[in-house]
């Protein structure tokens, strides 16, 4: 079983660590973070150890490297000579947008990475964290990174290429779910519901219908087609959707997203 390090401790980063923690594979978990308080009081609610980033880098045999993506160079500066003098052999896992295994890899050495892309749901359970490993790591060491992760929600591995392609989805994703519960709460609040019930149910409904594709396998399009009765008050609101050009707005936003990378 790993002794489980995390660089850096804030939301993302203690989302996973909370994760990694319910794993039973995990049997160390080593903190640190620039702030000492952050990785202090996570310590003290999932019963880890706080050291400093140099400590982190020498002991953990898994390594996530959670910190924001201008502050991953100087990150792997301090901890690149304490892993060259490592004799054992540690897997690295990073979070940092816009770094790609082959810049990853000549900035920390011919060693096993797995580059990590979680969202903002991770921190409920319920998120997705897709998954690409360089060719140094082994399968059984990749398996271990899925099961540290997956109380966190899905994990799926994806082929670097489709990475930014797949993010525009899960990870700007929750911004644009939570912009259309807000609208629909909006909706339901002119009409007269209260606000509280309003985005309560907005978010219950978007929750269930997700989880009934999910589990059912279901097209979208056949759900809503279900819900469509002939002559009925959704197809209306349905009609309206397609006339202000709905799916072509959300479609363009994923678009963008995916274009903002390049």
């Not at 923690?21 to 903190?31: A, C, G, M, Y």
């Not at 979680?118 to 359970?125: K, L, R």
């Not at 591995?157 to 929750?174: R, S």
Request: hydrophobic letters at 45%.
């Amino acid at each position: 079983m790993p002794t489980v390090g995390f660089i850096g401790t804030g939301n993302m980063g203690a989302a996973l660590a909370r994760a990694a923690v319910k794993s039973p594979l995990t049997e160390q978990l080593l903190l640190s973070n620039r702030s000492a308080e952050k990785p202090r009081r996570l310590a003290e609610e999932l019963g880890g150890s706080v050291l400093d980033n140099r400590g982190v880098a020498q002991k953990a045999e898994v390594l996530f490297l959670a910190v924001k993506p201008q502050m991953l160079a100087d990150v792997i500066g301090e901890i690149r000579p304490v892993l060259d003098a490592r004799r054992d052999r540690v897997v690295l896992v990073s979070m940092a947008a816009g770094w790609s295994l082959e810049k990853l890899g000549a900035a920390l050495g011919d060693r096993p990475i797995v580059r990590i892309m979680p969202n903002i749901p991770v921190s409920v359970g319920a998120g997705v964290t897709l998954l690409c490993p360089n060719g140094q790591i082994s399968a059984e060491e990749l398996q271990t990174v899925e099961d540290l992760l997956a109380a966190s929600g899905l994990v799926s591995e994806l082929d670097e290429a489709h990475l930014d392609a797949a993010g525009g989805v899960t990870g700007c994703g929750p911004a644009f779910a939570a912009m259309f519960v807000e609208a629909l709460a909006d909706g339901a609040v002119a009409c007269g519901l209260p606000r509280r019930e309003a985005l309560a149910f907005a978010a219950q409904m978007l929750k269930g219908s997700a989880q009934l594709l999910l589990e059912t396998g279901e097209h979208p399009g056949s759900l809503k087609d279900r819900v469509c009765s002939p002559g009925g008050s959704t197809i209306q609101g349905v009609r309206l959707l397609e006339e202000r050009a709905f799916r072509a707005a959300v479609t363009d936003a994923v678009i963008a997203t995916y274009e903002k990378k390049f």
